[in-house]
């Protein structure tokens, strides 16, 4: 199953969000701004499918794309489309660019203050909430309030004066789109709505990784049944709650690899793991590499 659609607005448009986040953007990886919450991105050559995790917020691509796998889906956000991560999901993710057509783009982290604040405003979603983590075609309005929302950086006095108004403008007008019921959701924790519970269990797994969690007490934690908690938790990750504790453990542990004071027996004990061969083993598995080979200086 395939997500994405063509861009519904003119790629004049498209080239300015371009043109705006070049300056921005100096170096490959993601660029703090001047704006809390608001990187850039730039990636100057194609990237392999490999493993990675977004946390939650919000992709603009203005140029190049990324095709990301979410069990059986494929999720493709190229120019001129916007991505909503309303939770922390692990997934599979391949990147097109070149020297001399980047890939260029901004993650805006989407606060729960500014979210909660927004939601009480707006309508309930009459609709169950659309999958967490999809592809949408800019219009233009999204396109205007991300355009004014760079144009800021240009301005340092305009940044510190009006930049949270304009990221309030362009989380506002996410959640008035195709994908804002997976928002709304995120901010409701009455009745039987599993979204919410999902996203504390998600918490509760991201915080305490390296323990081992029984799914009886997630799901006790979460206030649902053992076979309720597993349904919902499935249906919205794509993974079971061990699968997904598994590949956090993971990459957090390709990360510490990066730092040349971790051996592989210091990550392994760190992210959780009694046994360092049995770290290996599911390291090499989910990463394709052994652990060995990702520390730095090593062939």
């Known amino acids: 199953m395939s997500d994405g659609e063509q861009p519904s607005i003119a790629q004049h448009t498209v080239d300015r969000l371009a043109e705006l986040i070049t300056p921005h953007a100096p170096n490959d990886g993601f660029n703090d701004t001047i704006i809390p919450g608001l990187r850039t991105l730039r990636t100057h050559c194609a990237q392999q499918r490999t493993p990675q995790m977004y946390e939650p917020g919000l992709v603009v691509i203005a140029q190049g794309g990324k095709q990301g796998y979410l069990g059986d889906r494929t999720i493709h956000y ?98 008035r789109g195709p994908q804002g ?71 957090r542990a390709r990360a510490l690899l990066a730092q040349p004071d971790h051996s592989v027996s210091l990550t392994a004990n760190e992210v959780g793991y009694t046994s360092a061969s049995q770290f290996s083993r599911e390291y090499k598995r989910y990463f394709g590499t052994s652990p060995l080979q990702d520390r730095p200086g090593q062939v």
């Not at 097109?96 to 980047?102: M, N, R, Y």
């Not at 993650?107 to 309930?124: G, K």
């Not at 919902?232 to 061990?242: A, E, N, W």
């Open 181 to 251: 019921g997976s928002l709304h959701h995120l901010m409701y924790h009455q009745g039987q709505f599993a979204y919410p519970r999902i996203a504390r269990a998600l918490h509760i797994l991201h915080s305490e990784y390296q323990s081992t969690l029984a799914i009886d007490t997630l799901a006790e934690q979460v206030h649902m049944s053992a076979s309720s908690f597993y349904h919902h938790f499935k249906q919205i990750t794509c993974l079971s709650p061990l699968q997904y504790q598994k590949r956090v453990r993971l990459l």
């Open 78 to 175: 190229g120019a001129g489309h916007y991505l909503i991560q309303a939770m922390p999901l692990p997934f599979d993710c391949e990147t097109e660019a070149t020297p001399e057509a980047p890939l260029l783009g901004i993650t805006l982290h989407i606060s729960p203050e500014i979210l909660s604040d927004l939601v009480r405003h707006m309508p309930s979603p009459e609709q169950e909430p659309p999958a967490p983590m999809a592809s949408v075609a800019l219009d233009e309005d999204m396109a205007g309030s991300v355009i004014r929302l760079l144009e800021c950086l240009d301005d340092p006095l305009k940044a510190q004066v009006l930049g949270e108004s304009r990221v309030r403008e362009v989380i506002f007008q996410a959640l």
